[in-house]
């Protein structure tokens, strides 16, 4: 298994617990677990290879000329960052086999959890630099839907609207920093931007890209000021909490500033930046959570205080603190998921998360008890633990760094202090909760949980013990390949050792517990100081932001869209003449040194025509069939001219569009008001004829310009390469299906999706059918005349077989598979007209839903097919051949292409025209004009 195929195997990891919930809660999450477990092996059997300083990287060419592919490389840090997210989501799977109740719809939940964690797993293993951007925003949406897992809790839509904000817009922020940092090194490639870090420091936009960057990875790591959408994330399931707090999503954050390490690490910005927001956060982390009651919350702001160490590690300027960061990231991440699955077992089993209610729960779940107390005294910082040796490797940087100059002694005393607060907070946990008398008012009686909920608990408090005491053993070899990825270099000297002897870092880590420990027992003090500030409710706070949002965006829009087609068209022909007309202020000429082509008396009676018939349209437009004539007229002289201009591929396509437009508003005018509003003012008509004057002024400048200057254009390219390179001598058919193919594939996508949607919006209109016209008329009762019923089917046979023959030819000759689309369309519609609705559904059993779909599945699966043999998205081919009978001709992929776009253009067409037209149907009530 490649590395391009982990996160396609989880991907689809997702339908099995959607296929397997019937089946039972066990047979679900086992069914569940498959795909991360086999990933996981996987990612385990490269591991020697990438302890060996191998860094294991595989691409794919996508579209390589826009710098763009999909591409996945495994070094230390990824390797890392793969086995916290496979390793801990296994046990979350586990865990929430047993914490979900049996009203939850536990194949969603699992479903959303693969998605999280296929987008994480994609971020830390992404090798490009727009593909991990897409992955980083997969992130947000997957978190989104599971902190609202339980919709129908308002503190659960609210928080995840709330992180899908915050984080959403950091996002953006990324982006515009990714692709900054990509335009300085001239690609997007992982491997080049790493290679380029003093390109990148050294360049003019550095402090911009740097800014967005630090934007993107401080709002997913809830970093001051951005901490305080993580609290309440609270409100999703305890399993999302421990996976989100432990090993993703603020984890991404973490990751994004050790990826970027080596690019944008070691300036003066970067250090004041980043190291005084992880020193804000530690400390204002650690605080806040020494008074929070509810033991999720406690846990949430202890996540924050120890994302900002973690942070303010990143922020130093020594080697070992990149070291001791990434060191903490092991250590954080097994201690707070162990405590996270304690706590959700404390209220699953009790019922509540209150610390004023849960009292003594030792004499109940003692068990329970003996697994978060270890895990909370790592927490703490208690020698042994895993958590203790990190901790003292960040004292010890905190004495060897100089990131504020002569106020440098601030940070470890500072540092020394988050610390205090992290034992009493950690003190607090093990105190009120297990001890301080019996529980007070619980829903139910607490007791131990189910065995195997309790298993991802123990093997994550053993690893506690394991690591704090033999550390080079259980995680020297992944620390050491992690740290050198960060830091892209040699490693400094540093010692897992238990003990270091007497120095100051252990002083500091005693003056901690020591200092912890009289906090908590003076604690009294403190919580009547807090109680003297206002708690502010971040979600009523965050609500009323984007109610004021929300007024002053209905206040603009209803300032602007006030159903006045004459208003938006001012407005849009207003911008149009600011932006086209502003460069010509500085044109010296407008005429250029080019002499325009001679015309002809033909070519001269075409233009006056368009132009009268343009006309006739503005002055008659009340009388609405000769509006529509005279603009059909106006269509008819454009094809027309593409003809004369050597454009015959533009010709047939424009009027096969003025066909299907025709019928599309001779279908629309059918329900139109009988009677016309009355005429603009004279003030209205004197003020839109300047601007249409004004505006054709410009537009007429812009062309003559254009007509007389030397132009050079790519057409020479495409002229040179059509027959060799995509095999056919009509080079507007094979720009569309070889050279930008991808255009043309995003394009009858985009049709697709907009005809289905015209489809939605019509499906259940009920209109009433206006029984005269508006000279009060009636409507002939021969709806469907036998002559053009006699004639349309006979024509039937001739239309398909010219849309045959021009779709066949169009790679060689005029013509395609849009155009042959159209024309089919035509023949299809003109059958409805004269048949209707009622005799054409027997006879043509068409669900055009599964046009459109198999049309963009044929085009895509040409695309993909060009994969199969190493080369990029879309690249075409083709051959000659010679048979007996027939003799040489040539077979392209790129018809298999063009049939998509006629299938496309088929299914969208006919579902737009032939619904409207059920909107005539006898079906549909009548209404008499007065």
Known sequence: MSLFWIPLLLLAGILMPLLTERYGRSVCAWATALAPAIVLAKVVSLAPKVFAGETIREHFDWIPQAGLMISFRLDGLALLFAVLILGIGLLVILYAR???????????????????????????????????????????ISSFLLISFWGGRSDARKGARMALTIT?????????????????????????????????????????????????????????????????????????????????????????????????????????????????????????????????????????????????????????????????????AIFKASLFMAAGIIDHESGSRDMRKLNGLWNYMPYTATLAMVAAASMAGVPLLNGFLSKEMFFAETLHQSALGSLSWMVPVLATLGGVFSVAYSLRFIHDVFF????????????????????????????????????????????????????????????????????????????????????????????????????????????????????????????????????????????????????????????????LLPVNAIEITAAVILSLAALATVIFHHKRMVALVTLSVVGLIVSISFLRFSAPDLALTQLSVEVVTIILLMLALFFLPQKTRNQSSPRRMARDLGIAALFGGIIGTINYAMLTRPLTSISDFFLANSKIGGGGTNVVNVILVDFRGFDTWGEITVLGIAALGIYKL????????????????????????????????????????????????????????????????????????????????????????????????????????????????????????KWPVVGKFELASAMAFDLGVYLTVIGATLLILANLGKLTTRHRPKVEEE
């Not at 829903?443 to 991802?456: C, D, F, G, S």
């Not at 053993?473 to 050491?480: D, E, R, S």
């Not at 060689?812 to 159209?822: D, K, S, T, V, Y």
């Not at 097919?865 to 000659?880: A, I, N």
Request: net charge neutral; hydrophobic share 55%; with cysteine.
């Open 98 to 140: 047993y914490y979900l109740s049996e009203k939850d719809s536990m194949g969603r939940f699992y479903a959303y959890l693969i998605l999280f964690m296929t987008a994480m797993l994609s971020i830390v293993i992404a090798d490009n630099l727009l593909q991990l951007w897409m992955a980083w925003e997969i992130t947000s």
């Open 168 to 332: 959403g817009a950091g996002g953006l922020a990324l982006l515009a920093g990714l692709i900054i940092v990509g335009n300085i090194v001239g690609s997007y490639d992982l491997g080049t931007v790493l290679a380029s870090g003093e390109v990148i420091r050294q360049h003019d936009a550095y402090p911009v890209a740097l800014v967005l960057i630090l934007l993107g990875a401080f709002t997913k790591s809830a970093q001051f000021p951005f901490h305080f959408w993580l609290p309440h994330a609270m409100a999703a399931p305890t399993p999302v909490s421990a996976y989100l707090h432990s090993a993703t999503m603020v984890k991404a954050g973490i990751f994004l500033l050790a990826r970027f390490y080596p690019v944008l690490a070691g300036t003066e910005l970067w250090f004041l930046a980043v190291s005084l927001t992880g020193l804000a956060t530690l400390l204002y982390g650690a605080y806040i959570a020494l008074f929070k009651h509810d033991l999720k919350g406690l846990l949430a702001y202890s996540t924050i205080s120890h994302l900002g160490l973690i942070t303010l590690l990143l922020g130093m300027d020594t080697h070992l603190a990149a070291v001791a960061a990434v060191f903490h990231i092991i250590n954080h």
């Open 436 to 595: 301080n008398g019996e529980p007070v008012d619980l829903p139910k009686t607490p007791h131990e949980p189910p065995r195997y909920m309790k298993i991802p608990v123990e093997i994550l408090v053993a690893l506690c013990l394991l690591v704090g005491v033999i550390p080079g053993l259980v995680i020297g070899p992944l620390l050491k390949a992690a740290s050198s990825s960060v830091l892209s270099g040699e490693l400094p000297e540093y010692s897992l050792a238990i003990w270091h002897g007497l120095n100051l870092p252990l002083l500091m880590s005693v003056i901690a517990l020591v200092g912890g420990l009289l906090v908590y027992a003076n604690r009294r003090h403190l919580f009547q100081f807090q109680a003297q500030f206002h708690e502010t409710d971040a979600k009523m706070v965050f609500e009323g932001v984007v109610q004021w949002l929300v007024e002053r965006s209905v206040w603009l829009h209803n300032f602007i869209i006030n159903g006045s087609v004459q208003r938006y068209l001012v407005l849009m022909l207003l911008l149009a003449l600011v932006m086209a007309g502003t460069p010509l202020l500085d044109l010296d000429s407008m005429e250029g040194k080019r002499s």
């Open 762 to 881: 019509i499906a259940r209109m009920r209109l009433a059918m206006p029984s005269a016209d508006g000279m009060g008329r009636p409507w002939s009762k021969d709806v469907h005349p036998m002559i053009l019923a006699v004639i349309s089917q006979s024509l039937l046979p001739l239309a398909l077989l010219v849309s045959a023959y021009i779709f066949l030819r169009g790679h060689n000759m005029p013509g395609g598979g849009f155009i042959a689309g159209l024309i089919t369309s035509v023949a299809l519609i003109q059958q409805y007209i004269a048949h209707g609705v009622d005799w054409i559904k027997p006879r043509m059993k068409l669900d055009y839903q599964w046009v459109i779909a198999s049309g963009i599945l044929i085009a895509s699966l040409t695309g993909v097919g060009s994969w199969l043999f190493g080369r990029p998205f879309l690249t075409s081919w083709f051959d000659y051949f």
